[in-house]
């Protein structure tokens, strides 16, 4: 009963978190760029809870449609376009959750503009793009974070530190899965266009190769196969090109064998209903001296568990919603990372980041699945960066 109400309680103060009272001193102000579905969670309201973040300011191509988003948000600042935004000087910090293929134009522009960036996973279509924004941002002293947000979550470092521990030895394999269930995104959305960075791997086998490089600590050396199946046919003309959904097995450093399986469209059927993969975000570590389970490490702070097997048959289960000295039961992973983002601008230290050579490193093996799979590569930006 306890924990039924501690499950209702944490959820209704995620959909609607506590308000904090301002900090004294100036707050940073951030900018969003797209009226985008994700900024509510992402962002919105972790900031509302934040005494030192106010979302200031959103564009869209149609300034009509930012109006509606600022009305219905509390957002004072509305811009027609991102490049009006981006000058704005009131704007300290850019939350960029423009489709993929996006990201590298308007983060460029972002951090050109003097701007800090919280930019929305995957950091873009190549590698080549990541290492270029991320150059910029030391060039201009910015911060620049890839968000991956569930890696804030005290959930997420529980298990890491479990295997860091040596309590269950060390890792032989790990199997992550993203999955979401059919016609959870329309035809139209942008994860099924080409031109925009779209693809299974892109949008959430981006989590399960993150996930499984953090809690390896180890860099893939090889994508051992790739299976792909394509995008229906009604998302448009490049549905062949762009994976629904794609498994993949990589061979890690110390014969370690890693594996994601990512689907946006998992079909409906009673079979996949009945044993739960039509939501499946989970990440099972397989030890020499035991097993780790981590159910939910998407989102955990709606709800997770963690079930430790050791070799002498026992086995127990922990959860995590917050850190001894950091966090409340109702803190998303997004206000985690907030509180990271806000204390790195500010030059204060921070209970976990994403490093520069981390997205690189998740966007390589990102390319090398596409590469394997024979889809190619995510089209590289049209823009050109003149400075
Ligand atoms: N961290 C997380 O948990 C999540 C992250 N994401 C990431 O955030 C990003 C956005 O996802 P989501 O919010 O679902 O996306 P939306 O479909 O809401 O699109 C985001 C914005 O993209 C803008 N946009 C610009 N150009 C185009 C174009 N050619 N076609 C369509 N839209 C365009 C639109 O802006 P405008 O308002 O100007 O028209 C729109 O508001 C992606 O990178 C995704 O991977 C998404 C969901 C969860
Ligand atoms: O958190 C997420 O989960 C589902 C994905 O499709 C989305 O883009 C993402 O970032």
């Not at 489709?99 to 929305?120: F, I, Q, R």
């Not at 996930?211 to 549905?239: C, N, W, Y």
Request: include cysteine; proline fraction near 6%.
């Amino acid at each position: 009963m306890a924990s039924l109400f501690g499950f209702l309680a944490r959820n209704l103060a995620i959909l609607d978190p506590p308000e904090a009272k301002p900090a004294a001193g100036s707050p940073l102000r951030f900018g969003i760029l797209g009226a985008a579905d994700i900024g509510p969670n992402a962002l919105l309201k972790p900031a509302k809870s934040h005494p030192e973040a106010v979302v200031y300011a959103v564009a869209a191509r149609d300034q009509a449609r930012a109006a509606a988003y600022a009305k219905k948000h509390g957002i004072e600042k509305v811009y027609g376009s991102y490049q009006e935004l981006l000058d704005d000087p009131e704007v300290d910090c850019i939350y960029n959750p423009l489709p993929n293929g996006l990201h590298y134009e308007w983060t460029m522009k972002a951090l050109a503009a003097g701007k800090h960036v919280l930019l929305e996973k995957p950091a873009a279509n190549t590698v080549e793009e990541t290492r270029a924004m991320f150059e910029l941002a030391e060039e201009k002293n910015l911060v620049l974070l890839e968000a991956f947000h569930y890696r804030f979550h005290p959930a997420t470092q529980r298990v890491k530190d479990i295997l860091g521990s040596g309590e269950v030895g060390a890792i032989r394999a790990i199997k992550a899965n993203l999955k979401i269930f059919d016609r959870y995104y329309k035809p139209t959305d942008i994860r099924y266009q080409l031109s925009l960075g779209g693809g299974a791997v892109m949008d959430m086998g981006c989590y399960c190769i993150n996930i499984m490089r953090f809690l390896a600590g180890l860099e893939p050396t090889e994508v051992l196969g790739v299976t792909h199946q394509p995008s229906p046919k009604e998302t448009g003309p490049d549905s062949a090109l762009v994976d629904r959904a794609a498994d993949a097995t990589f061979d890690l450093p110390g014969g370690i064998i890693g594996a994601i399986s990512c689907d946006m469209a998992q079909p409906l059927t009673l079979r996949n209903i009945l044993t739960f993969r039509i939501l499946d975000f989970d990440v099972k570590i397989t030890c020499e001296k035991g097993e780790i389970y981590l159910m939910n490490y998407l989102l955990p702070n709606h709800y997770h568990f963690i079930t430790i097997k050791t070799a002498d048959g026992k086995q127990r289960t922990e959860k995590a919603y917050t850190f001894p000295a950091l966090g409340e039961p109702w803190w998303s992973t997004y206000r985690y990372q907030l509180e990271a983002f806000v204390n790195k601008v500010k030059g204060r230290p921070v209970h976990h980041w994403v490093s520069k050579e981390d997205s690189i490193a998740n966007m390589q093996a990102i390319e090398s699945i596409y590469t394997k799979s024979g889809l190619g590569i995510r089209p590289k930006s049209e823009w050109v960066f003149a400075q």
